[in-house]
T-cell receptor
């Protein structure tokens, strides 16, 4: 069974600074995908970034980058130059690529509060 | 604009009542999903459908039912058998072959009266 662990329940970060959100995963599959989603107080889940298990380079999307360390089974999200609008819950998730249904397994989330 | 819509935004259920949550997508995605989120927690999969007229149970399907008669629509019924239905319900769809990124609707908050 797949499992995602986010050990940081909440974090404060100063505006314009970088923040790293931790995510570790457990799976016996060789082929999988890792995702990060942002959930503002309004509730919708916003897709941020994706990393495939066979991707050799770390994924980047604007101010978001994913620090993928396969041997350690970690997929940390780095947000650079934090903005007030980055205050939200952040969820790490994992899927089994090409498996039936492509089900996502989610971690418990990390709440980020950006201070001005 | 393409996207996923969910209605209603808030829904109130009386004891013993079945209620249906709507989910519609115009992204031409094949797969659709229903998740439940309890306060302060991550999402858990209720049901998913990879193709019209076919769906599978997720991790917490008891007390819920779905149908997939059209590609665009995947309604979720919360039955009276679901004893603790108060939660935030999120619908998602995916169709990007390869990474299969799931895109979410705005959600429905269900409260029990």
């Amino acid at each position: 069974a797949q499992k995602i662990t986010q050990t940081q329940p909440g974090m404060f970060v100063q505006e314009k600074e970088a923040v790293t959100l931790d995510c570790t995963y457990d799976t016996s599959d060789q082929s999988y995908g890792l995702f990060w989603y942002k959930q503002p107080s309004s509730g919708e889940m916003i897709f941020l970034i994706y990393q495939g298990s066979y991707d050799e380079q770390n994924a980047t999307e604007g101010r978001y980058s994913l620090n993928f360390q396969k041997a350690r089974k970690s997929a940390n999200l780095v947000i650079s130059a934090s903005q007030l609008g980055d205050s939200a819950m952040y969820f790490c998730a994992m899927s089994q690529i090409k498996a039936a249904g492509n089900k996502l397994t989610f971690g418990g989330g990390t709440r980020v509060l950006v201070k001005p | 604009d393409g996207g996923i819509t969910q209605s209603p935004k808030y829904l109130f259920r009386k004891e013993g009542q079945n209620v249906t949550l709507s989910c519609e997508q115009n992204l031409n995605h094949d797969a659709m999903y229903w998740y439940r989120q309890d306060p302060g927690q991550g999402l858990r999969l209720i049901y998913y459908s990879q193709i019209v007229n076919d769906f599978q149970k997720g991790d917490i399907a008891e007390g819920y039912s779905v149908s997939r008669e059209k590609k665009e629509s995947f309604p979720l019924t919360v039955t009276s058998a679901q004893k603790n239905p108060t939660a935030f319900y999120l619908c998602a769809s995916s169709g990007d072959r390869g990474r299969e990124t799931q895109y979410f609707g705005p959600g429905t908050r269900l409260l029990v009266l």
